[in-house]
């Protein structure tokens, strides 16, 4: 058994992930190697969801009776765990969205409808990257083309770096958003958060962080990135499905107008006008996702037992061995970097002249879960030459061995394909 530095306790932690003891294809145990895609969840979430269901269940913030008291109370304690994990001045400043990929269009929309200084029109700019999730593409091509703002972007190095070199360049007076990965879901690439917050701030630009490889892993703290809005999502974090979070500076949040209109985001309506009750709620129309929100609570609490720097400290040291061990196998290029430093636990990679997809497909047969595709990051594979990646990306359960056995089971697909 190989034994790194600053690893947690993973035969303890993994009792915790019913999930990690299932076995597929003739009694194999599962390798799971796909958390960028979504975590495991541990049993603590779990009952935190059946308790809510089978004691709690109730819509919130409307009723007097004893267990919507009880839900609503609930769900603004799952508010306020947010708020303290990720270091918010303000309960008040978090958003409950459905995932990162509504968090992004929220703010999108609401830039597009926002009145001076912050509207978004046909003579701003806005500023996005060659590495970014689709979820921070699309919103901002599609808000460019309803307001005529121009779009443009940083380029990649061939390690996979944000291309900075031209700065000043992209990031101009004009700028009136920067939006961002910190950490790639592709590539694991670490993004240089002070260089590029420091300069969109020279310019007056709003930031945005698209924090969902990033949330999971290390210690959080919007404080300290000086963003405006940073985003992230709860099925990487341990959390269910159906729960993700804006966080935004309150007199921002003050200032912009709604993205959805409905019950509960109101102070008064009439048949004539509307008035909007203060944030968070003016952005959480209709019945927002309560049993989710529970669930990311309890995800927060089981995260912060642990430690994020503790986790973190893990994550680093089972990256740098799977980028030593992948390294060894022959034909296989990782994209992005090359080294452990400054990348977060995400590795994809090519393997000779395999395709991605024939990879996944063997390497499933032996028990290892990995991602194939292009990983909602199209333009970074157009931008490498390649039609797609097989991705692993591990967790604060993840082990050497299974490190091990995905070196192992390389080696069985280049043998299987000769």
Request: with cysteine; proline share 5%; hydrophobic share 40%.
């Amino acid at each position: 058994m190989t034994i790194l530095p600053g690893l947690l306790d993973t035969e303890a932690i993994r009792k915790d992930f019913p999930i990690l003891d299932r076995t597929v294809h003739d009694g194999k145990k599962i390798v799971y190697l796909d958390s960028a895609a979504t975590s495991q969840k541990p049993r603590q979430v779990l009952d935190a969801l059946n308790a809510y269901y089978e004691r709690h269940n109730a819509n919130v913030h409307r009723g007097v009776y004893t267990i919507a008291e009880e839900a609503t109370a609930l769900y603004e304690g799952a508010r306020d765990k947010v708020a303290a994990f990720i270091n918010a001045p303000s309960r008040d400043e978090v958003i409950f969205t459905k995932n990162a990929s509504e968090s992004l269009n929220l703010v999108a929309n609401m830039l597009g409808w926002a009145d001076e200084p912050y509207r978004v029109d046909h003579d701003t700019e806005i500023v996005i990257t060659e590495m970014e999730h689709h979820s921070n593409i699309v919103p901002w091509q599609l808000l460019s083309q309803r307001t005529g703002a121009k779009l443009k972007w940083f380029g990649l190095t061939d390690d996979g770096r944000l291309d900075l070199s031209n700065i000043d360049e992209i990031i101009t007076e004009k700028t009136k958003v920067v939006s961002f990965v910190l950490v790639s879901n592709i590539m694991g690439t670490v993004n240089p958060v002070e260089t590029i917050v420091r300069r969109a701030q020279e310019v007056g630009a709003l930031v945005v962080i698209d924090a969902s490889q990033a949330a999971p892993h290390m210690v959080l703290d919007v404080q300290a990135l000086q963003a405006d809005f940073v985003a992230f999502t709860g099925h990487k974090m341990c959390g269910p499905t159906g729960i993700g979070v804006l966080w935004g500076r309150q007199e921002l949040l003050e200032d912009l107008p709604p993205f959805l209109g409905g019950g509960e985001m109101i102070e008064t309506v009439s048949m004539h006008s509307s008035t909007y009750a203060p944030a968070p709620h003016k952005f959480e129309a209709g019945t927002p996702p309560i049993a989710q929100a529970v669930g990311l609570g309890a995800a927060v609490d089981y995260l912060s037992s642990i430690g994020m720097e503790n986790i973190a400290r893990h994550e680093h040291a089972i990256t740098q061995y799977a980028v030593s061990r992948l390294q060894e196998v022959p034909d296989l290029r990782i994209i992005g970097p090359s080294t452990a430093e400054d990348r977060g636990a995400t590795i994809s990679f090519t393997l000779g002249d395999i395709h991605p997809h024939d990879v996944g497909q063997v390497l499933d047969e032996q028990g290892i879960a990995v991602r194939v595709g292009h990983h909602c990051a199209r333009p970074v594979c157009l931008r490498y030459g390649i039609p797609a990646t097989t991705r692993a990306s591990f967790y604060l359960y993840s082990t050497p061995g299974e490190v091990d056995a995905l070196v192992a089971g390389l080696e069985h697909v280049r043998n299987f394909f000769g």
